[in-house]
């Protein structure tokens, strides 16, 4: 089992940053893809980003390249996205994952938070 709690979201303005940290239970954390999704009101739950166990692999969704960055500390137990650059466009509660595949699909992944919001105004 694996327990995730996301933190960081909140209200910045377009432009501006954001750190998101997801925190993970467990003493095999290494081992697990970690992801990053972010569903908007009425949307479908879209890929941001993932991580291979090692953190060497880093995949992005299209909307986020060159803007948001993937990271983790594995002794800390904690994956991060920094988000920069932010538009309202990227206003979503926004959710950490961890699954044993590497996939942009939300259903390959095994365990999931709660989710952030993060509102990002004009």
């Known amino acids: 089992q694996v327990q995730l709690v996301e933190s960081g979201g909140g209200l910045v303005q377009a432009g501006g940053s954001l750190r998101l940290s997801c925190a993970a239970s467990g003493r095999t954390f290494s081992g697990y893809v970690m992801g990053w999704f972010r569903q908007a009101s009425g949307t479908e739950r879209e890929f941001v980003a993932r991580?291979?166990?090692?953190?060497?692999?880093?995949v992005y969704g299209d909307s986020v390249k060159g803007r948001f960055t993937i990271s983790r500390g594995n002794a800390k137990n904690t994956v991060y996205l920094q988000m920069n650059s932010l538009k309202p466009e990227d206003t979503a509660v926004y959710s950490c994952?961890?699954?044993?595949?590497?996939?942009?699909?939300?259903?390959?992944?095994?365990?999931w938070g709660r989710g952030t919001q993060v509102t990002v105004s004009p």
């Open positions: 991580t291979s166990g090692s953190g060497l692999i880093k």
């Open positions: 994952a961890a699954g044993g595949i590497s996939s942009v699909r939300p259903g390959a992944y095994d365990y």
